[in-house]
């Protein structure tokens, strides 16, 4: 009897994340981050939302993005572990307005904002550790390195942003393991 529950409860926890969601889930913008229209100083933030599916429950994935001054866009770096299926480098960068889109339906949460002159003085600090990233073809949910890896070692780069990563990036202590 309690093996059949168990069963059954399983079954409906695997069938709540087993939908084609990732397709359909919001990839839209929070409105959180400053618009580069409006903002015209320097901006560095990092974000995170929960993870895609049952990951969700217990860890989230993170970003950092960048927007110089008088830029019209801000330009996002992340780890995308599905990435490498297609051969592809899990570390990618790319241009957006909007820098604060959910993460396959779910909401981010701003963990950093920096403006202004000290965001611009940080910016090629952190560019320089985006090329120096040493796991730019590997992910591994746990322990890392992946999406969270990524942010804790451009903090650990570039201290003077004082980032702060919160208790479910998990694998951002994989950072420690510099090779």
Not at 40 to 60: H, L, Q
Request: hydrophobic residues 40%.
């Amino acid at each position: 009897m309690m093996k059949r529950l168990g069963l059954l409860l399983l079954a409906s926890l695997v069938s709540a994340c087993s939908s084609d969601g990732w397709r359909t889930a919001s990839r839209e913008p929070a409105g959180i981050a400053p618009s580069p229209e409006v903002q015209k100083d320097a901006v560095i933030e990092v974000y995170a939302a929960d993870a895609y599916s049952w990951r969700g429950w217990f860890a989230v994935h993170t970003w950092i993005a960048t927007k110089e001054q008088n830029a019209d866009r801000y330009k996002v770096y992340e780890v995308v572990g599905w990435r490498l299926n297609r051969g592809l480098p899990a570390l990618t960068e790319y241009q957006t307005p909007t820098p604060d889109r959910y993460w396959f339906g779910a909401k981010p949460e701003k963990l950093l904002s920096i403006q202004g002159e000290q965001a611009q003085t940080l910016i090629p600090q952190i560019a320089q550790a985006v090329n120096a990233y040493p796991w730019k073809n590997e992910y591994k949910v746990f322990p890392g390195p992946n999406s969270n890896t990524f942010p804790a070692w451009i903090g650990q780069q570039v201290p003077e942003l004082g980032l702060k990563l919160p208790f479910s990036a998990i694998g951002s202590g994989y950072a420690d393991n510099t090779p």
